[in-house]
């Protein structure tokens, strides 16, 4: 079943721009699509048109059928809410630990704070922790977020998206700010992640290479038009 159905999907920024001419993606359940194309392509346009970050000029995006391209405010909150969300920046909260992180992401960051006097349910502390082990984490639960090197910071950024029990997870260059063998555990981790849940994920990655080791599916962007949508090894035809 199709999970993300955008169509004809077009962004113009006020600067004149054009990011997204008619963009056509159907994203099925388990499906995970690593986006490539040269910088300013409109990958990044068009993952923030998803989660509405950048309101999209024209078009539709469908989320499990929902149209999340004209959510009033309380609806959007909780279409963003079925979708996870991983940044290159990783976005912790730094003073927080690596299992208050990790919780943040089942209540959001107002619900957060209000459970963080109440305390948490054990078995969200549970699930996080089964997580945190499963990503190899488990020995710096109780370590500050801001004491983590990269590749752990992304692992807890993967970690609170699937706290979140999403529907679909938007990866923007998760590996930017890593090194190659980082990088490639990171995309491993959320591959193998996607595989074992069902997840379908759209991944926005600049790294070639990397896209093509570990999706099975890839859409090549270029001024704003899909050039490319297949798998890895007809890549090589089309280029
Ligand atoms: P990519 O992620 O592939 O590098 P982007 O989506 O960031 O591409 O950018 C696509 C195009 O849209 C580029 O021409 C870029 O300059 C333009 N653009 C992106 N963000 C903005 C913005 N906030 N305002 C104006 N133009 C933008
Ligand atoms: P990326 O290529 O990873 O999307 P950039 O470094 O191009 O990121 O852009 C960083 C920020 O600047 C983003 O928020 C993007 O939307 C914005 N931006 C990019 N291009 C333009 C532009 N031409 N005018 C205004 N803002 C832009």
Redesign the pocket.
């Known amino acids: 079943s199709t999970v993300l159905e955008v169509a004809r999907l077009n962004k113009r920024?006020?600067?004149g721009?054009l990011?997204l001419r008619d963009v056509d993606l159907r994203i099925g359940r388990g499906e995970v699509v690593a986006l490539i194309?040269?910088?300013?392509?409109?990958?990044?346009?068009?993952i923030r048109c998803v989660n509405r970050l950048v309101q999209p000029t024209s078009g539709s995006v469908r989320l499990d059928g929902t149209e999340v391209t004209d959510l009033g405010s309380a609806s959007l909150r909780r279409a963003r809410r079925r979708m996870g969300m991983i940044f290159q920046e990783y976005a912790l909260i730094e003073r927080l630990t690596v299992m208050e992180n990790a919780l943040s992401g089942r209540l959001g960051y107002v619900g957060f704070w209000r459970s963080w006097f109440r305390r948490f349910p054990t078995t969200d502390v549970a699930e996080a922790f089964t997580l945190l082990i499963r990503v190899g984490l488990s020995d710096m639960a109780n370590k500050r977020a801001d004491a983590l090197s990269g590749g752990q910071r992304q692992r807890v950024g993967i970690v609170r998206a699937l706290m979140q029990r999403p529907e679909l997870l938007l990866v923007d260059e998760p590996t930017a700010s890593l090194d190659p063998k980082t990088s490639r555990q990171i995309m491993r981790l959320i591959l193998e992640l996607c595989t074992e849940r069902g997840l379908a994920a759209i991944i926005?990655i600049h790294d070639v290479a990397l896209a093509r080791q570990f999706a099975q599916r890839i859409v090549g962007?270029r001024a704003?038009v899909i050039v490319f949508d297949g798998p890895p090894n007809s890549l090589d035809a089309a280029a």
Do not use: M, R
Not at 37 to 46: D, E
């Open positions: 920024y006020p600067t721009d990011a194309g040269p910088s300013g392509a409109g990958k990044s346009t068009l926005n962007l704003g």
